[in-house]
């Protein structure tokens, strides 16, 4: 079992910066997949980066390549998602999500996943 609880979200203005957190605890295993999702109202859960088994590899959307980072401390089992020049348009609730058996060609997908957090709100306004 993983356990994974999101922090760091909040109110930022446009153009301004947020570091998300994802602490992990249970299995830790450096091998894990720890990938960030986001949900906006009204949309479906939608994949926003990824650090790919223990970090071997980072993968973005299109939509924020550039602007966001993925980073990881395996001393504290936690991953980052580093939020640059924030745009209305990642206005969303935040998740992070983790695997260990995922394939490469699921990973943007939600449903693939075992273990999630609860979520973390982040607004950007005008």
Do not use: H
Not at 36 to 47: H, N, S
């Amino acid at each position: 079992q993983v356990q994974l609880e999101e922090s760091g979200g909040g109110l930022v203005q446009v153009g301004g910066s947020l570091r998300l957190s994802c602490a992990r605890s249970g299995r830790t295993e450096r091998s894990l997949t720890t990938t960030w999702f986001r949900q906006a109202p009204g949309k479906e859960r939608e994949f926003v980066a990824a650090s790919w088994r223990g970090g071997i590899n980072t993968y973005y959307t299109d939509s924020v390549k550039g602007r966001f980072a993925v980073t990881r401390d395996n001393a504290k089992n936690t991953v980052y998602l580093q939020m640059n020049n924030l745009k209305p348009e990642d206005t969303a609730v935040y998740y992070c999500a983790a695997d260990a058996r995922l394939i490469l060609s699921s990973l943007r997908r939600a449903d693939q996943y075992d273990y999630w957090g609860q979520g973390t709100q982040v607004t950007v306004s005008n």
